[in-house]
């Protein structure tokens, strides 16, 4: 197995970057955003790159100071599981079946054999980027929905409202009533996960994919609403992401 194997999630982004960690920024005034914490003057030095082949999702190995990247997961029962929609399986399985088996890599090309049991699933799911030659990994920490609608400063989001929000900007447009279906069945209790479940086998695979992995990204990075028309000004809304972060391996 090689790192392009893996289970990745890709989306068409601005990616803002220092050494350690990405920003990432997706909306009708994206570049604009992205623009804006290029240049907003705070350490560390940022810069714009190119998207990568994907997103790589982790876990926390409660023994190791890196991920797991997940491939797919083995169920106690030998059922295999290879979409993104398995991190909604370990979040209302792992306590029955802690044996289940986690298959994926390391940042250092390592294919450990793990169980859900060898995991801190007190933490949320992590997101990397792979970037550069030699290979550089980036912990992506931030989330920022440029929308030319919002008035007001930086609003933080989180959880399924994230993973709404950016669904409303970035699935297409013949997939607008299925994300507002959605909307609708969260407004009314239902967790996002479950009313993706429950949708699953009616929907296309490619629309389930968009769905399932913003939503694990929501749980992996902090999300904000930003509108760069109106601003945000010179370092407004910087301390929502933390972009300093050290590097551990």
Known sequence: ?????????????????????????????????SEHFCQSGLTPPRARLDPPAGILFGLAILTEPYPILV?????????RLDQLSLFGWIEENA????????????????????????????????AWLKTGQPARWLRVVGVALADGRHDGDPLPISGDEAALAALERVAPQD???????????????????SALRQRRKATASGLMRLCDGWRVLSRAARFARFNPDSGPRRGQGEGLFRLELPRKW
């Open 175 to 193: 997939a607008q009533p299925f994300v507002a279906d959605l909307r609708a069945t969260v407004a009314g209790g239902v967790l996002l996960r």
């Open 1 to 33: 197995m090689n790192f392009t194997e893996l289970l990745h999630f890709d989306l068409d982004c601005e990616i803002v970057a220092t050494d350690t960690a990405a920003l990432l920024a997706v909306g009708d005034r994206a570049a604009a955003l």
């Open 71 to 79: 491939n797919s997961l083995m169920t106690e029962h030998n059922a």
């Open 95 to 126: 306590i029955l079946e802690p044996r289940a088996e986690i298959l994926g890599l390391t940042p250092l090309g390592q294919e450990p054999v793990l169980f859900l049991r060898d995991l801190d699933l007190d933490r949320p799911p992590e």
